[in-house]
Each structure stands twice: as C-alpha cells, then as structure tokens.
C-alpha cells in the first residue's frame, strides 16, 4: 500500500520506485489485480462515507458540485479520445468531476472535448 500511496502521491512512474520498496512489478501486479476486483473504488467509498459521517453528515449526500476542464493532449493521442474546445482553443479531453458539498469525490469521467454541429459528419 505505501509503494501504491508513494506513486501517487509523488506522480511518479512505477519503474521509477525507489529501492526502498519491493519491486515495481509486484506493487503494479497487486493494484492492477485490486483495480480490476473493484477494491480500490471500495475503499474509497468506504473513506468517503467515514469521512462524511465524522462530519456529522449522511453518509449518501444530498448535493453535489459538478465541475469541468479542458486538458491538451499530446498528437500523439488517438483522435478518437481527443477532440478540439474552440471556446478554449484546446485540442485534447474534457474531465468532469462530482464532488459533494465537503468536497470528497463522488465520480470522475474523461471524454473526449467535441465540437457542436449542425450534422455529425460536417467539420468543426
């Protein structure tokens, strides 16, 4: 869990652990193997809803904050997951987050930032 905790917090790529912890093919193996079992989305929940109840909220909230932001993204990402945000003039995704009121994570999604048009098939 602390070689996990340690690639996140620092942004770091799994080659790149220190020698401090067991090798980065075994730390990878065990979170792709929690990560496809839906253990680390669980425990998350589970955090989330301690965190709630220790603030003397319910543990499913009643509002929620729904953000967005446009990300560039390299050229060489596949077209199909980018797409262009004339209004920002970024070429890349869009994520969307629901927080709720405390500001714990509810949902992430990542899609590709599309242009609007009279028909599907006209350019943007």
Same mark, same amino acid.
């Given at each position: @869990?602390?070689?996990?905790?340690?690639?996140?917090? !620092?942004?770091?790529? =799994?080659? *790149?652990?220190? /020698?401090?912890?067991?090798? =980065?093919?075994?730390?990878? !193996?065990?979170? &792709? &193997? =929690?990560?496809?079992?839906?253990? $680390?989305? /669980? @425990?998350?929940?589970?955090?989330?809803?301690?965190?709630?109840?220790?603030?003397g909220r319910a543990v !499913?909230?009643? /509002?929620?904050?729904?953000?967005?932001?446009?990300?560039? *993204?390299?050229?060489?990402?596949? @077209?199909?997951?980018?797409?262009?945000?004339?209004?920002?003039?970024? !070429?890349?995704?869009?994520?969307?987050?629901?927080?709720?009121?405390?500001?714990?994570?509810?949902?992430? *999604?990542? $899609?590709?930032?599309?242009?609007? $048009?009279?028909t599907p098939d006209a350019?943007?």
């Amino acid at each position: @869990m602390d070689a996990i905790f340690y690639v996140v917090d !620092n942004g770091i790529k =799994w080659r *790149a652990l220190p /020698a401090d912890f067991p090798p =980065w093919s075994t730390v990878y !193996n065990y979170f &792709a &193997a =929690w990560e496809k079992a839906g253990v $680390t989305s /669980a @425990m998350l929940d589970v955090l989330r809803d301690r965190a709630r109840l220790r603030d003397g909220r319910a543990v !499913n909230p009643s /509002a929620g904050i729904i953000d967005s932001q446009s990300v560039k *993204a390299p050229e060489t990402v596949a @077209m199909p997951s980018r797409g262009y945000d004339a209004g920002k003039k970024i !070429n890349g995704r869009k994520r969307h987050i629901v927080t709720d009121t405390l500001g714990l994570l509810l949902c992430v *999604a990542v $899609t590709p930032r599309r242009c609007r $048009t009279a028909t599907p098939d006209a350019p943007c």
